[in-house]
């Protein structure tokens, strides 16, 4: 182990990612100086909500994009392209519809020019050792979820990878099926019966990097930056009601809810003010939460892993929607722990008109953009402001997709709030609701 | 994978050929030597001056439709070979995309027909003396029935790649040509099936009109159904059209069942989509086949054989992906200079149209086309309305009874893929019989062979309409005019107005056989900027074919992009269902 820890099979050097604007001047920054070291024989996991740029980083790291700066080494060589030895897995397997198991998994063999025959037999020992036997013939719409996500593993590890890159292989499919899945590959990493040498793997489930993972990175979002670095000090198999797995959960769940610079009460939304940067979160799933929040078990307070597991919620469903509730002053969230204020109770125990009535109160007092387009509107003699207005505001501050989904929930909610109108067809806010 | 040959001694029963066997071998067998038959009647010299080479004996139909599907298949090979290289250039090079998607927009929207006498010319000049040049412009006339429409496909599809599948690819290193053959082509084969289709029948209405054609003093007849169909008109025997319609009509049939049916079979496995299909396309050929033993072997060697070229590559160069931001003033400079070359093309072109036309013409013929096109325009949009009104009840009524629509949609696909122009003819002998008045009775005409089109696309739209809408508009009891405004129509409107699209582009060419229709020496001619072009090409007037071609494209341009261009918006915005 000690050899093995002098080499790094892979080194991320101040890798930084900037979107460009469709004008060519550069945008906003999704990956900010980012460092990693990845040895062999580890298992290491990107843990991060959705926004941090963890896909982008694997993407560098398997040379299919090349960062704005930074360098990354694989081996010694600069990855400057896709190469040999690092193959991925993806969410969405990512598999030919038009080819049958057998001739997915030779895919990347033959691609290479690989012989024949000597792909055929590499592709059968590839998936009998991942559990696909008698399915060869079959087309990847013949399987379930889990069979393809198989026959995604196969195909990369056919191909002898020293590195497996993961971006979450497990999210597209139910519980049960994750779960086996997850257990037969650590099962075959653990046995040493793969060829990798070392796994990076982009994931949002806190559990999941706790069962899996050697170290865990903590991203933050918008930039992605490296937040924190955890070691899992657990032996495998892992069990997930150990007590020490229980607490790296909570330490973890307490490190991704903390604002990293300041005591401010802003919520934990990238970005200030107007330039800040909104989750697509539903005013039902909000009040969901709050009801939810204010019944036994929890009464007013909750520990967030027992919430989300209490609501079969995924933290990337989970974070959006507490810290929403923080933003309006509904919530307070404080080391991995969620407690809702009076204003948040008299809104969950509150009938439909008072619950709106609240609502928009809470937007126009705590949300700067609700409260400059009603400003905007209430200005205006004729009541009216095209939506292009505010989403080039926006777009000064964040990229094209975020200003679209910030000014999306904006609209959901201000409706809900009934603070404004919006007319979809024409694009336009206005004060005029529809008699 | 591999195929291995059958080891000799016992020939066990899993290698000897079965019955599927024996009659597939003949069939194909028969195919060889119909290939071998119509290819040597191609390249023979012209008739000589007078002379005809087509009579119209019963006998011949049988090697005249030969001729003519062959026609139609190579202006398909063509039209393959045109979709792969200009939609993948136009793919895959942002300053070529620039000029080749407006081009083919543009191309889309010209009445082919008009152009038939150019193309002819053309063609005779290249082969002289060989009735290779009358085959080519036929072909070619084809060809540009076919082809855009497939391009568009294909460019689409290039476009819209799926970028995990796209990223494994890139990740596994393929190069150009295996991205080509494993990931674009095939996720494009959906999409270009269905255009081939619509294509093909578009063909069969062009391969009648070019196969006998009269240009000033030339006159060209190639043998086949359409210059059978020709002579038959010329000598009024309506036996012989009756004959023609009965020939088409088999022609057609044999083409969806043999061929069509079974590939669309086999290409089910070319969706991307989660879950089987519901419902998966039958053939029988394909079934018919896959029972046969060497015939399916053989058929599984050539995939493997197709697999080995497609995975072929010279030699392994690792890609190196470029920094992102270098020269992008380069660049810039570059598109400016490309842009200055577009518009002194564009400017050069137009000067020469002006040049041409201007000869012989003056800004009154201008205005005199104007106001045909206007007529004709006023032709199409009213027939349109006519057969929508007409059509939609009934097809709604046919879609949402599932058993009625599985006969009745085939059957409307293929009156779509029937050239309708076989029996214009009829309808000359109706109109001179009750002496109607041509403007409005030949009007008909225009939509005839273009109508089937509404027709199949609602009774799809009708079919696919979601269970659960329909019962709670039974459950709120949603009747009459409120159900049809509220219900079904919004349900079926994306399906009409793609079906009304391509009734209304092919009734614009359709105008140019309409409008002009002859029966022996009888001529009934209707006012418009059809029966206008179709008389400039008889009298072979170059100038008047390029003026009425170009202000018919005008027409046909302005009025898909201002009326059927935000139709289509709405209704993928608002009114898709899924």
């Known amino acids: 182990m000690l050899d093995a820890l002098t080499e790094p099979l892979l080194q991320i050097r101040h890798v930084s990612q900037r979107y460009r604007k469709g004008s060519g001047e550069e945008g906003v920054s999704i990956l900010d100086d980012m460092n990693l070291t990845l040895y062999e024989g580890e298992i290491v996991g990107l843990l991060g909500r959705s926004g941090c740029g963890k896909s982008s980083l694997l993407r560098i790291v398997s040379g299919l994009m090349r960062p704005s700066s ?12 896709p190469v040999g030895g690092i193959a991925m897995v993806f969410q969405s397997f990512a598999l030919f519809p038009w080819l049958s198991v057998l001739e997915n998994v030779e895919f990347g063999l033959r691609a290479m020019s690989v012989p024949e025959d000597l792909a055929h037999r590499r592709a059968l020992s590839a998936i009998d050792l991942i559990g696909l036997d008698g399915f060869e013939t079959a087309y990847p719409k013949e399987l379930s979820g889990g069979m393809r996500q198989r026959v995604g593993f196969a195909r990369a590890l056919v191909v002898n990878p020293s590195l497996l890159l993961m971006d979450e292989p497990f999210s597209a499919l139910d519980v049960l ?121 929890f009464n007013g307070a909750a520990d967030l892993p027992h919430l989300a597991e209490d609501l079969q919620l995924e933290i990337d469903e989970l974070f959006p929607a507490a810290e929403t509730l923080q933003l309006l002053r509904f919530a307070e969230i404080e080391a991995g722990d969620i407690r809702v204020t009076p204003a948040g109770r008299k809104f969950a125990e509150g009938d439909v008109d008072t619950r709106k009535r609240l609502f928009g109160d809470h937007l126009l007092a705590y949300l700067p953009l609700a409260a400059r387009i009603r400003r905007v509107l209430d200005e205006r003699p004729t009541h009216q402001a095209p939506a292009d207005r505010f989403r080039q505001e926006l777009e000064d501050h964040m990229s094209d997709k975020a200003a679209e989904r910030t000014l999306n929930s904006v609209i959901n909610w201000s409706r809900y709030g009934e603070l404004f109108a919006f007319d979809d067809t024409a694009q336009v806010f206005s004060l005029e609701n529809p008699q | ?41 191609m390249a023979m010299p012209l008739p000589p001056a007078g002379a005809s080479a087509v009579t119209l004996d019963y006998v011949n139909l049988p090697y005249y439709a030969l001729r003519t599907t062959a026609r139609m298949f190579l202006a398909l090979g063509a039209s393959f070979l045109f979709t792969f290289t200009y939609a993948t250039l136009a793919a895959k ?68 790649v799926p970028s995990d599948l796209e990223e494994v690819t890139r990740g596994f290193r393929l190069s150009a040509w295996q991205r080509f053959w494993f990931l674009e082509t095939p996720f494009a084969v959906p ?49 012989a059209v009756g004959a023609a319609v009965l020939t088409m009509l088999v022609v057609i049939l044999a083409y969806d069942q043999f061929l069509f049916r079974p590939i669309v079979a086999w290409a089910g496995k070319f969706r991307v989509e989660l879950s089987a299909a519901q419902t998966k396309e039958e053939s029988w ?111 709604v009524w ?148 390029v003026l009425g071609v170009a202000v018919m494209s005008a027409f046909v341009i302005v009025f898909n992009r201002l009326f059927w261009r935000p139709l289509f918006g709405f209704a993928e915005r608002r009114l898709r269902l899924n």
């Not at chain 2, 291995?4 to 024996?22: C, G, M, Q, T, Y």
């Not at chain 2, 009735?131 to 497939?150: D, R």
């Not at chain 2, 029948?201 to 060209?220: N, R």
Request: overall charge neutral; aromatic content about 12%.
């Open chain 2, 93 to 160: 090079s942002r300053r070529a995309e620039m000029v080749l998607i407006p081009i083919l927009d543009v191309l889309q929207s010209v009445p082919v027909l008009g152009f038939l006498s150019f193309t002819v010319t053309v063609f005779l000049g290249l082969f002289p003396g060989s009735m290779l040049g009358a085959e080519c412009a036929a072909i070619f006339a084809i060809f540009t029935s076919q082809a855009w429409n497939m391009a568009f496909s294909f460019y689409q599809s290039l476009r819209t």
């Open chain 2, 1 to 41: 994978m591999t195929f291995k040959w059958p080891e000799l001694p016992p020939i066990s029963r899993r290698v000897a050929p079965n019955v599927w066997d024996f009659a597939a071998f003949a069939l194909i067998i028969a195919v060889f030597v119909a290939v071998a038959e119509a290819s040597r009647g």
């Open chain 1, 70 to 81: 930074g360098e990354v080494t694989f081996q010694g060589q600069p990855v400057e392209g």
């Open chain 2, 285 to 395: 050929v394909l079934r018919f086949v896959q029972r046969t033993r060497w015939l399916r072997s053989l058929s599984e060697m050539t995939g493997d054989q197709f697999m080995r070229l497609a995975y072929f590559r010279p030699k392994l160069r690792p890609p190196r992906l470029p920094v992102a931001d270098q020269s992008a003033s380069l660049s810039r400079i570059i598109d400016l200079i490309w842009f200055a070359v577009i518009g002194l093309v564009a400017v050069w072109a137009v000067a020469k149209i002006y040049a041409f036309v201007s000869t012989e013409l003056s800004w009154s013929d201008l205005l005199e086309t104007i106001g045909l096109a206007g007529l004709t325009m006023v032709r199409v949009v009213v027939l349109l309305a006519l057969a929508t009104l007409f059509w939609v009840p009934i097809s």
């Open chain 1, 177 to 297: 099926t994750a779960e086996t899945l997850r257990t037969d590959l650590l099962d075959l990493w653990c046995e040493g019966r793969m060829p990798i040498k070392s796994i990076l793997m982009v994931t949002h489930n806190i559990e999941e990097a706790v069962l899996m993972c050697d170290r865990i990175l903590v991203l933050s979002s918008n930039p992605g930056r490296i937040a924190a670095e955890i070691k899992v000090p657990l032996l495998h198999p892992r069990n997930r009601l150990d007590p020490e797995f229980r607490q790296l959960v909570d330490l973890i769940y307490a490190r991704m809810t903390q604002r990293a610079d300041s005591k401010t009460r802003e919520g934990n939304f990238p970005g200030l003010g107007l330039g800040m940067i909104l989750p697509r979160v539903s005013t039902n799933t909000l009040a969901g939460l709050l009801e939810a929040l204010i019944g036994p078990p």
């Open chain 2, 398 to 545: 046919i879609g949402l009874r599932p058993r009625v629509a599985e006969t009745m949609q085939p059957l409307a696909q293929f009156l779509a893929a029937f050239p309708a122009n076989v029996v214009f003819p009829i309808a000359v002998i109706a109109i001179l019989k009750f002496n109607l008045n041509p403007d409005i009775w030949l009007s008909v005409l225009i939509i005839f062979g273009t109508q089937w089109y509404i027709v199949f696309n609602v009774i799809a739209g009708a079919a696919a309409f979601p269970n659960d809408l329909k019962e709670a508009a039974s459950i709120f009891r949603a009747k009459g005019w409120q159900w049809w405004r509220n219900v079904i129509l919004p349900g079926i409107f994306p399906y009409y107005v793609t079906g009304a699209l391509t009734a209304s582009g092919g009734s614009w060419n359709a105008s140019i056989v309409a409008e002009y229709v002859k029966w022996g020496n009888d001529k009934i001619a209707a006012h418009g900027i059809g029966a206008y072009i179709a008389k400039a090409t008889e009298a072979g007037d170059y100038p008047k074919i």
């Open chain 2, 191 to 239: 999409g270009l099936l269905w255009n081939t289709m619509m294509s093909m029948s578009g063909g069969w209405f062009f391969v009648v009109a070019s196969e006998a054609i009269t240009v000033g003093d030339t006159t060209i007849q190639l043998p086949g159904i359409g210059s059978y169909l020709a002579l038959a008109i010329d000598q009024k025997r309506i036996d």
